[in-house]
Nanobody, 117 residues
Framework: QVQLVESGGGLVQPGGSLRLSCVAS????????AGWYRQAPGKQRELVAT???????NYADSVKGRFTISRDDAAKTVSLQMNSLKSEDTAVYYC???????????WGQGTLVTVSS
């Protein structure tokens, strides 16, 4: 079974940092285009950042300059480095990826990030 599994969430103080990871498991060889999304309580899920197969990244205006998306194809991993965290970054963060063998739009189960003093 092909899955995306997120990790790295937790409680952090404002101004702190966290690194989220999304690892693909199962019978696939690589992740193609991937993205991180988040959903805060009472709000719709929103795009945070995306990365293409070639490594080109795009970010939501709210996280530009603070978050960095990256990929490690050998490890089938997409990561999100989050710095200068704010309370409004509190949300469940989800990974979404397109993979080979027809696995398109696969979502992970989410990891909770709480920014609070």
């Amino acid at each position: 079974q092909v899955q995306l599994v997120e990790s790295g969430g937790g409680l952090v103080q404002p101004g702190g940092s966290l690194r989220l990871s999304c690892v693909a498991s199962g019978s696939i060889s690589r992740i193609y285009t991937a993205g991180w999304y988040r959903q805060a309580p009472g709000k719709q899920r929103e795009l945070v950042a995306t990365i293409t197969t070639g490594g080109s990244a795009n970010y939501a205006d709210s996280v530009k300059g603070r978050f960095t998306i990256s990929r490690d194809d050998a490890a089938k991993t997409v990561s999100l480095q989050m710095n200068s965290l704010k309370s409004e970054d509190t949300a469940v963060y989800y990974c979404r990826g397109d993979m080979d063998f027809g696995y398109v739009g696969v979502w992970g189960q989410g990891t909770l990030v709480t920014v609070s003093s």
